[in-house]
């Protein structure tokens, strides 16, 4: 008997350790999910009132259908032969696209003012301000890029500056000024006037006087330079 028993016991605490080990496994126990998991995207549109989901959205989608109609005509225009493209229609339309993407960021900004849960504020901030934003900037960088390499410095330098009242601390736009004011120095050096097509030295003083870190509204007619998106 005396030996029977600690057998018994032995038996019952290794039959409760395997039901342990398995219960470890079990995909429905809460203690299995991931302590970092994130939690689900709220459903802006369900949970919402209509009134304010319609207040909100609507600013937003007006300007990305804008947005939208824009680049229509620019994929319209590039599907022409190259020699046969109207140059400053093309970066008409990325320009207007791009300020129509950050008008949508925008809207999105102000309707983080219009709801009060936290859930609400990042939903808004991910699908519609983040991606809306970084579209925008994304566009402006790659005018700034074509502009610097084609030697047109004035133009490169006001997409460049359009960044920085966006995004202060872009660093592709902070290098890219920083380039171009080296560019210049250099050509200076050379005895050149202006690294700038056409140009002269008044160009050059019209924007290099200004400190390339400099944001706000530049030589371009930038909406919302300086205040905001």
Not at 53 to 59: E, F, L, M
Not at 177 to 184: A, D, G, N
Request: one cysteine or more.
């Amino acid at each position: 008997m005396n030996r029977v028993l600690p057998m018994m016991l032995c038996a019952a605490l290794l039959c409760t350790g395997a039901v342990a080990v398995r219960a470890e496994g079990v995909p429905w126990k809460t203690d299995d999910k991931p302590k970092d998991a994130a939690a689900p995207a709220s459903d802006l549109k369900a949970e919402l009132p209509a009134t304010q989901y319609n207040r909100i959205v609507k600013p937003i989608e007006a300007k990305l259908a804008s947005a939208e109609k824009i680049m229509a005509a620019y994929e319209k225009e590039m599907q022409k032969p190259a020699e046969k493209r109207n140059q400053r229609l093309l970066v008409g339309c990325k320009t207007r696209a791009a300020e129509a993407y950050l008008g949508a960021a925008l809207a999105a900004k102000k309707g983080l003012n219009m709801v009060k849960k936290d859930s609400h504020k990042e939903a808004i901030k991910k699908q519609y301000e983040e991606p809306n934003r970084k579209k925008g900037i994304d566009i402006f960088l790659d005018l700034a890029t074509s502009a610097h390499d084609r030697g047109d410095f004035r133009m490169a330098v006001a997409f460049y500056k359009r960044i920085l009242a966006v995004d202060k601390e872009n660093s592709d736009a902070k290098e890219g000024l920083v380039k171009i004011v080296k560019e210049m120095q250099e050509a200076a050096r050379a005895g050149k006037t202006s690294g700038n097509k056409g140009g002269g030295s008044d160009d050059q003083k019209s924007w290099d006087r200004d400190d390339p870190s400099r944001t706000g509204r530049t030589d371009g007619n930038w909406s919302g330079a300086g205040r905001g998106y």
